[in-house]
C-alpha cells in the first residue's frame, strides 16, 4: 500500500474500540466481497441479503458498484488504473465500516484479482470474505439487465468486462455461489449460512 502523499497528517486512535462496539451490535464487522460480471446477480443477491439481515436485528450497509460511481467514484471511468483506483477507494470506505461493527455488503465486478486482494489486505485476517458469483458469461448476457452486453457487442462500450476486458476469477473465495437455477431467496440464504458458520451473525 502506498504511503499517503501528504505528510503533514498524524492518525487519530479511537476512544472507542471495535469490540466495544461488537458488544453492543451483538455481531462482527466484516467485508463481504460479491464479486462477479455484470448480470450475475452480485447487486440483487447482496440487496436480498441486507434485507434479510436487517429483519433479523443485524446491522448491513451496502456499497454498490454504481451506487458508488454516482457520487464518491464519479471522477473514474473503466479503463484498468481507473478501475484499480475504484476498488481501492471501495476497499478504503469498507473498511471503515468494518472497523464499525458492520457487516458492509459490496456489490463490484473487481475483475482484477490483484485489486480484490488490496482490499482484503485493508481488513483484518478473517475480517474478509470474497464471495464469487460464479454465473456463466452466456447466462450473464441472456440476462442483460442493462442492455450493456448488447452495446459492447455492438463496440459501443469499450473495457467490457467479459467481452473486451478480462475478468480473473477468484482463486481462493471463502464462497462460490451460482444463481443460475436458484432463487434470490436461496442464493441469498447460502451468504447468510456462512456468515452464521463464521459466528460473524448468529
Known sequence: MSEPKSKNITWHGAEVSRDER????????????????????????TRRVEQKLLAEGVHPYVLDGDNVRHNLNKDLGFSP???????????????????????CLTAFISPYRADRDSSRAMVD???????????????CERRDPKGLYKKARQGLIPEFTGVSAPYEEPEKAELVITTEGKTVDESADEVIAYLRSRD???
Request: charged residues 25%.
Open 22 to 45: 461488537e458488544r453492543i451490535l451483538g455481531q462482527k464487522g466484516c467485508v463481504v466481497w460479491l464479486t462477479g460480471l455484470s448480470g450475475s446477480g452480485k447487486s440483487t443477491v
Open 81 to 103: 488504473k481507473d478501475r484499480t483506483e475504484n476498488i481501492r477507494r471501495v476497499g478504503a470506505v469498507a473498511q471503515l465500516f468494518a472497523d464499525a461493527g458492520i457487516v
Open 125 to 139: 485476517e478473517g475480517r474478509f470474505i470474497e464471495v464469487f458469483v460464479n454465473t456463466s458469461l452466456e447466462e
Open 200 to 202: 460473524i451473525v448468529r
